[in-house]
Protein backbone atom coordinates (compact mmCIF):
# COMPACT_ATOMS: atom_id res chain seq x y z
CA UNK A 1 0.00 0.00 0.00
CA UNK A 2 2.63 2.09 1.10
CA UNK A 3 4.32 1.58 -2.25
CA UNK A 4 1.12 2.53 -4.19
CA UNK A 5 1.54 5.64 -2.36
CA UNK A 6 4.66 6.45 -3.15
CA UNK A 7 3.65 6.33 -6.82
CA UNK A 8 0.36 8.73 -6.33
CA UNK A 9 3.25 11.34 -4.76
CA UNK A 10 5.40 11.47 -7.54
CA UNK A 11 2.53 11.66 -10.28
CA UNK A 12 1.36 14.38 -7.62
CA UNK A 13 4.61 16.00 -8.00
CA UNK A 14 4.71 16.05 -11.66
CA UNK A 15 1.30 18.11 -11.23
CA UNK A 16 2.40 20.25 -8.58
CA UNK A 17 5.16 21.22 -11.00
CA UNK A 18 2.93 21.97 -14.19
CA UNK A 19 0.77 24.17 -12.03
CA UNK A 20 3.75 25.78 -11.35
CA UNK A 21 4.43 26.77 -14.12
CA UNK A 22 1.26 27.29 -15.36
CA UNK A 23 0.89 29.80 -12.08
CA UNK A 24 2.11 32.48 -13.97
CA UNK A 25 4.40 33.62 -10.59
CA UNK A 26 1.28 32.36 -8.63
CA UNK A 27 -0.73 35.95 -10.30
CA UNK A 28 -3.21 32.93 -11.89
CA UNK A 29 -5.35 31.48 -9.14
CA UNK A 30 -6.75 28.23 -10.40
CA UNK A 31 -3.27 27.20 -10.80
CA UNK A 32 -1.65 28.84 -7.79
CA UNK A 33 -5.06 26.72 -5.99
CA UNK A 34 -4.20 23.64 -8.25
CA UNK A 35 0.09 23.73 -7.43
CA UNK A 36 -1.19 24.36 -2.86
CA UNK A 37 -3.63 21.37 -3.93
CA UNK A 38 -0.87 18.76 -5.44
CA UNK A 39 1.90 19.33 -3.00
CA UNK A 40 0.12 19.32 0.43
CA UNK A 41 -1.38 15.84 -1.12
CA UNK A 42 2.06 14.78 -2.37
CA UNK A 43 3.88 15.62 0.81
CA UNK A 44 1.16 13.81 2.96
CA UNK A 45 1.57 10.49 0.66
CA UNK A 46 5.54 10.60 1.14
CA UNK A 47 4.82 11.06 4.82
CA UNK A 48 2.96 8.10 4.52
CA UNK A 49 5.17 5.87 2.63
CA UNK A 50 8.29 6.66 4.40
CA UNK A 51 6.15 4.60 7.47
CA UNK A 52 7.52 1.72 5.53
CA UNK A 53 9.64 1.96 2.99
CA UNK A 54 13.36 3.33 3.75
CA UNK A 55 13.31 7.38 3.22
CA UNK A 56 16.13 7.09 1.01
CA UNK A 57 14.61 5.19 -1.32
CA UNK A 58 11.24 6.53 -0.60
CA UNK A 59 12.99 10.41 -2.00
CA UNK A 60 15.19 8.74 -4.81
CA UNK A 61 11.56 7.14 -6.45
CA UNK A 62 9.64 10.17 -5.75
CA UNK A 63 11.80 12.26 -7.55
CA UNK A 64 12.38 10.19 -9.87
CA UNK A 65 8.92 9.87 -10.76
CA UNK A 66 8.87 13.64 -10.77
CA UNK A 67 11.39 14.22 -12.42
CA UNK A 68 10.40 12.12 -15.47
CA UNK A 69 7.10 12.84 -15.94
CA UNK A 70 7.96 16.22 -15.56
CA UNK A 71 10.27 16.25 -18.89
CA UNK A 72 7.64 14.51 -20.55
CA UNK A 73 4.91 16.63 -19.75
CA UNK A 74 7.42 19.71 -20.65
CA UNK A 75 7.64 18.09 -24.24
CA UNK A 76 4.25 17.28 -24.82
CA UNK A 77 2.28 20.07 -23.47
CA UNK A 78 5.00 23.24 -23.58
CA UNK A 79 7.20 21.89 -26.60
CA UNK A 80 10.48 21.43 -24.57
CA UNK A 81 13.71 20.00 -26.49
CA UNK A 82 13.66 16.39 -25.81
CA UNK A 83 16.64 14.79 -27.67
CA UNK A 84 18.07 11.67 -27.67
CA UNK A 85 20.52 12.76 -24.39
CA UNK A 86 17.68 13.78 -22.34
CA UNK A 87 15.93 10.50 -23.05
CA UNK A 88 18.84 8.54 -22.32
CA UNK A 89 18.81 10.36 -19.53
CA UNK A 90 15.59 10.17 -18.34
CA UNK A 91 15.57 6.27 -19.54
CA UNK A 92 18.33 5.38 -17.23
CA UNK A 93 16.37 7.62 -14.37
CA UNK A 94 13.40 5.37 -14.90
CA UNK A 95 15.70 2.06 -14.84
CA UNK A 96 17.30 3.21 -11.64
CA UNK A 97 14.20 3.65 -10.10
CA UNK A 98 12.67 0.43 -10.81
CA UNK A 99 15.64 -1.39 -9.97
CA UNK A 100 15.10 0.69 -6.53
CA UNK A 101 11.37 -0.77 -6.29
CA UNK A 102 12.92 -4.40 -7.23
CA UNK A 103 15.88 -4.69 -4.60
CA UNK A 104 14.25 -2.24 -1.61
Known amino acids: MNWICLIFAGLLEIGFTTCLKLSDNFSNLKWTLG ?20 LGTAYAVWTGIGAAGTVI ?32
Request: positive net charge; charged residues 10%; aromatic residues 20%.
Open 35 to 54: FVICIIFSFVLINKATQTIP
Open 73 to 104: VGAFFFSEPLSFIRMFFITTLIASVIGLKAFA
